[in-house]
C-alpha cells in the first residue's frame, strides 16, 4: 500500500486515537550514571500512571553488568506497588487499544523472560537492531542471532499468554555501520511480525533522521506489505526532529508513539545519541491537532519538572518548560512588576524581580544575584546610566554578605555592543573633560566587577564588543552560547580597547589578544572555550539561563569566603607573581583561613565525622536571617 493513500484527512486526524507508550522509567533512565534510588523510580511510576498514560515501559530485564542503572529490576517488579497495578490491569491476550493500563518489560533472552514471568508480568518487549555493528556492541550477537532469541523468548511468551512487542534499532544509521539499508529493517520487522509481535516500534536510536527520512521509510515497508497499523515510531531527539518525525509518521498512518517524559533517555551503545521525543511535547502536538491522547498534560508536565529535578537535570520537554514558566507568571492584573517578573528555573533556582530600571533587570534567588543589561534596541550599549546603575550594584552588593555570587546576563540579541557610539551620545572625540569622565566611569566599573568579593559570572548570550568584552572579562568564569563572538573593534574605528585591555590580556593571553585587537576579528566562543577562558559553551542561547543556574547551584559546594580568598590568590599570583606582596599576601590569606571562627571550622567538622559536605548557599541564608540580611 502506498503511503500517499493512507494519509490522513483534515476530519480523520480529529477523530483518530494515538497511542502513548511511556518509556521513561526504562529507557529514559539506563543511561544515567548518577545512581537512582528504587523509590524515585517506583514514584516515578505512579506519579505517569496518575496522568492517564495507557502503557508505561517500567524496566528491563538485562544483566547489571550490561546497564548498571537497571540493576534493581527485580526488587521493582516485585514490589507490591507493581504488583497491585499487574493483578488490577492485567492485560493478557488484550488488544493495545482497551482501557487497562499495560506495564510493558523489556526482555533480552528467555532468562530475563522467566524472571518477568515469576513476577506476573503480563506484556515483553522483545529488541533487535537492524544493524550488524550496533547488535554486536549491544548483546554481542549479530542481527540473525539477535532475531533467534527474540523468536525464542517470544514463542515462550505467547505459549505463556503473554503479549510481546518489538523493537527495532537503528533504522536510519548505525553509529558504527553507518546508514541502515531500508532493506535491513524491513527483514527485521518482518521476522518480528511472524514470530508473534502484535507490533514493532520503529527506532531512530541515533535521532539522525528527519522527516523525508521516516516518509521514505514507511513507505518502503508500506510497499512490501507492512501495514501502519503493525507499526509504532520511536524517535531521539538528538538533532532536534523528534516531534517533527513523530508528527509525519501520524500523516503517514502511524498511531503509536514511544516517548520519555522530560524527554529522558539515551542508549549507552550509542554515541552521542540524546534524549526521547519528550511526552510533553507529544501530548502538546496531537491536542492541538485534535487529537485525542487521553494523557492530562498539565500533571503530564509536573512529572516532568519532578523527575528533572531529582535527576539534577534540565527539563528537555519545550512544551514542559514552556507551559511550567507560563503557569508561574501571574495574571496581568498582578500588584506590583515583582509578581509579574519572578522566574522559574528548570534547574530549581526560583528568580525574583527586586528591582527594575530602564538598563537594568535585577532578580534574586537565593544567595545568587542575577543582573540583566536591558536595552536591547540599543545591543545593550554602556550608556552613562547603565554604567552608574553597574557601579552602584557592585559597590553596594560589595559589603552584602547575604550575596555569594553575581551573574551578568542580557536581554535579546547582543550581550553587550560596547561604548555607547550613538550619534549625539557618544562621548568619542570630544574635550579632554568628557574624555576624563568616560575614563573614570568604564575604569571604576571594570575595577567594581574584578574586586568584588563574590563569584562573579557572565552569562553571554551572543555578540559582544569592545567594552562588552571587558564586562565578560572583568567576571571570574564566563558560560556563552555558541552563537557568541566576542570582537575588539576598536582599530576599525581609529580607537584601542584601553581601559579593557588588562582583563583581556590576563584571561586570553598577550599573543592571542594581540591578534585579536590587531585584525579586530570576530573571536568565537568555541576559541575562547579552547583557551580556557570560557568554561562552557551552550547550544544556542535558550540553553543559556539553565546552564547559569546550573552552574550557580554547582558552587554552593565551596564557602563564600574561601572563594574570596581563592579570588585574591589568583589575583597575586597576576599582578605580583613572585614577589614580596605576593609572599605578604598569601601568609594574610593563610592566617585568615586558619582562624577559629573561620569556615574551616564548619567544613572541617563535617570532614572529620564524615558527613556530606555542608550547604554553604543555606549557611549564609540562616547567617543573615540571622543578622538582618542588608537590603539591595
Known amino acids: 500500500m502506498r503511503a500517499s493513500r493512507i494519509l490522513s484527512s483534515p476530519a480523520t486526524a480529529r477523530a483518530a486515537a494515538v497511542r502513548i507508550v511511556e518509556v521513561g522509567p526504562r529507557d529514559g533512565l539506563q543511561n544515567v550514571k548518577k545512581t537512582i534510588p528504587l523509590t524515585t523510580k517506583l514514584e516515578l511510576i505512579s506519579r505517569l500512571r496518575q496522568t492517564g498514560l495507557g502503557a508505561i515501559e517500567i524496566t528491563s530485564v538485562v544483566s547489571p553488568r550490561a546497564i548498571p542503572q537497571l540493576a534493581d529490576c527485580r526488587a521493582l517488579l516485585a514490589d507490591e506497588s507493581i504488583q497491585t497495578q499487574i493483578r488490577q490491569n492485567d492485560s493478557s491476550g488484550s488488544s493495545p487499544n482497551t482501557n487497562s493500563l499495560r506495564l510493558p518489560v523489556l526482555v533480552p533472552n528467555l532468562k530475563g523472560l522467566e524472571i518477568a514471568l515469576q513476577n506476573g508480568v503480563r506484556e515483553v518487549a522483545v529488541f533487535v537492531s537492524a544493524t550488524e555493528g550496533f547488535s554486536k556492541a549491544n548483546i554481542n550477537a549479530t542481527v540473525d542471532q539477535g532475531l533467534a532469541r527474540a523468536r525464542e523468548v517470544t514463542q515462550r511468551a505467547t505459549s505463556a499468554g503473554l503479549v510481546v512487542r518489538g523493537y527495532v534499532s537503528c533504522i536510519f544509521a548505525d553509529p558504527f555501520d553507518g546508514p541502515t539499508p531500508q532493506s535491513a529493517v524491513l527483514k527485521v520487522v518482518r521476522v518480528l511480525l511472524d514470530v508473534g509481535c502484535y507490533e514493532v516500534s520503529l527506532g531512530d536510536t541515533l535521532g539522525v533522521g528527519s522527516p523525508a527520512d521516516v516518509k521514505n521509510l514507511l513507505e518502503y515497508l508500506f510497499a512490501n506489505g507492512i501495514g501502519p497499523s503493525k507499526l509504532a515510531g520511536h524517535f531521539h531527539d538528538t538533532y532536534g526532529q523528534a516531534v517533527a518525525n513523530v508528527w509525519q509518521a501520524y500523516r503517514c498512518g502511524l498511531r503509536a508513539f514511544d516517548s520519555s517524559v522530560g524527554g529522558l533517555g539515551g542508549c549507552p551503545f550509542a554515541p552521542g545519541a540524546k534524549g526521547n521525543a519528550a511526552t510533553e511535547d507529544l501530548v502538546y502536538m496531537f491536542e492541538r491537532a485534535g487529537c485525542d491522547t487521553g494523557v492530562d498534560l498539565e500533571k503530564l508536565v509536573e512529572v516532568g519538572n519532578w523527575i528533572s529535578a531529582q535527576l539534577d537535570k534540565p527539563n528537555e520537554s519545550r512544551a514542559g518548560v514552556a507551559l511550567t514558566a507560563k503557569k508561574a507568571l501571574p495574571s496581568l492584573k498582578a500588584k506590583t512588576v515583582g509578581q509579574a517578573r519572578d522566574i522559574a528555573s528548570s534547574a530549581g533556582l526560583t528568580w525574583k524581580l527586586v528591582s527594575e530600571t530602564e538598563s537594568l533587570r535585577v532578580y534574586r534567588s537565593g544567595v545568587n544575584l ?168 551552550v547550544a544556542d542561547a535558550e540553553e543559556l539561563s539553565p546552564a547559569l543556574d546550573r552552574y550557580l547551584t554547582q558552587l554552593k559546594i565551596s564557602a563564600p569566603e574561601a572563594s574570596s580568598m581563592c579570588k585574591q590568590l589568583i589575583k597575586l599570583g597576576w599582578t605580583n607573581p613572585g614577589g614580596p606582596e605576593q609572599e605578604q599576601g598569601i601568609k594574610q590569606l593563610f592566617d585568615r583561613m586558619m582562624r577559629p571562627d573561620g569556615e574551616a571550622s564548619i567544613g572541617l567538622k563535617a570532614f572529620q565525622e564524615t558527613r556530606r559536605p555542608p550547604d554553604w548557599d543555606e549557611i549564609t541564608m540562616s547567617r543573615s536571617a540571622a543578622t538582618g540580611k542588608p537590603k539591595l
Open 370 to 537: 542575577k543582573v540583566v543589561l536591558n536595552q536591547p534596541k540599543k545591543g545593550n550599549a554602556l550608556t552613562v546610566a547603565m554604567i552608574h546603575e553597574l557601579t552602584r550594584l557592585f559597590r553596594e552588593t560589595k559589603s552584602n554578605r547575604s550575596i555569594s555570587r553575581v551573574a551578568i546576563t542580557s536581554e535579546g540579541r547582543y550581550f553587550c555592543a560596547g561604548m555607547d557610539l550613538g550619534k549625539g551620545t557618544s562621548p568619542v572625540a570630544q574635550s579632554q573633560q568628557v574624555s576624563d569622565a568616560q575614563y573614570e566611569r568604564l575604569a571604576t566599573l571594570f575595577r567594581a566587577i574584578d574586586t568584588a568579593p563574590q563569584v562573579t559570572v557572565a552569562a553571554i548570550n551572543g555578540p559582544a564588543f569592545g567594552g562588552g568584552v571587558g564586562l565578560a572579562f572583568a567576571c571570574d568564569v564566563r558560560i556563552a552560547s555558541s552563537s557568541t563572538t566576542m570582537t575588539l573593534s576598536e582599530a576599525k574605528l581609529g580607537l584601542c580597547p584601553a581601559t579593557i585591555s588588562k582583563y583581556v590580556v590576563r584571561e586570553w593571553g598577550l599573543p592571542f589578544t594581540r591578534e585579536a585587537m590587531l585584525s579586530a576579528r570576530p573571536v568565537t566562543a568555541a576559541e575562547l572555550h579552547s583557551l580556557g577562558c570560557v568554561t562552557k559553551v
